[in-house]
């Protein structure tokens, strides 16, 4: 299978912005914007738990699908202040980011609980987009590769290939995460490659070519052009530039040509 056949999925990641009114106003802007891309490529919004319902209402009969942005591992039970795969999928979520960065970094996401995260989403019926990336000082040591296929086994552990179908990997750097410092594309094409190649080895080559990957880390109108044209990048995971309705166009209008 070549990168023509796989999904190229551009997701916008809100993180912690926007009010519902603001929410309704971007999606709103960003529905007429993206209309082209129907039947090409996936658009998604992942958004604040307190958006979803607003977002699902705004994007009915659109194409833009909406994600969270996080997902408990438990399907019930005395877990304040989190939210399960249940309740995500009767809202009519659909994606969910699972293992970013920013809750590696500040909230103690271990590759365990992400691992846990995606095959409670799976089984719930969402599609996770399991989040990958070395720092700055792993990539300095020449470590990129072995942190990379370390999250790929911990994270995918106890998927199934059938299940492979649902999941979307995105690449993060993390040193490229709001910097404004993208990775060149020929430093993400590397580890997207990479990451196509230890699926190839934990599944097989048909599962891994079928795998959309994205590229995500500073991603935006003036540079997406490139990554997006990239054999084994499959699309983008945008945080800045999703929450500014033109931009977020452009780069998905990239990622339909890509
Ligand atoms: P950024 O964020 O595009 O603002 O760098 C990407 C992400 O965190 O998913």
Redesign the pocket.
């Known amino acids: 299978m070549n990168k023509a056949k796989r999904k190229a999925i551009i997701a916008g990641?809100w993180k912690m912005n926007k009010t519902r009114p603001e929410a309704k106003a971007l999606l709103e802007a960003i529905k007429p914007l993206v209309a082209e891309a129907a039947g090409k490529i996936e658009v998604v919004a992942c958004v604040p738990f307190t958006n979803l319902e607003t977002a699902i209402n705004v994007t009915a009969g659109s194409n833009v699908k909406i994600g969270a942005e996080n997902v408990h591992f438990e399907k019930s039970g005395a877990f304040t202040g989190e939210i399960s795969a249940d309740m995500l999928t009767e809202l009519g979520v659909e994606y969910v980011v699972i293992g970013?960065s920013?809750r590696r970094q500040y909230f103690g996401e271990t590759d365990e609980t992400v691992n846990k995260r995606t095959r409670a989403a799976l089984a719930a019926g969402l599609k996770p987009i399991v989040c990958v990336g070395e720092l700055l000082w792993e990539r300095e040591c020449n470590i990129t590769e072995e942190v990379i296929a370390r999250q790929i086994k911990l994270d995918l552990w106890d998927v199934t290939a059938e299940q492979m179908a649902n999941v979307v990997i995105a690449y993060?750097p993390v040193w490229?995460?709001?910097t404004g410092k993208v990775a060149t594309d020929e430093q993400a094409q590397e580890v997207c490659a990479f990451i196509r190649a230890q699926l190839a080895k934990l599944y097989s080559a048909e599962v891994a070519e079928a795998v959309t990957i994205q590229y995500?880390?500073?991603?935006n109108a003036k540079n997406c052009a490139g990554l997006l044209a990239q054999p084994d990048i499959d699309g983008g995971?945008?945080?800045?530039?999703s929450l500014k309705a033109e931009d977020f166009s452009i780069i998905v209008k990239a990622a339909v040509e890509g």
């Open positions: 990641n970013h920013e993060e490229a995460i709001g995500g880390g500073s991603m995971l945008i945080g800045g530039a």
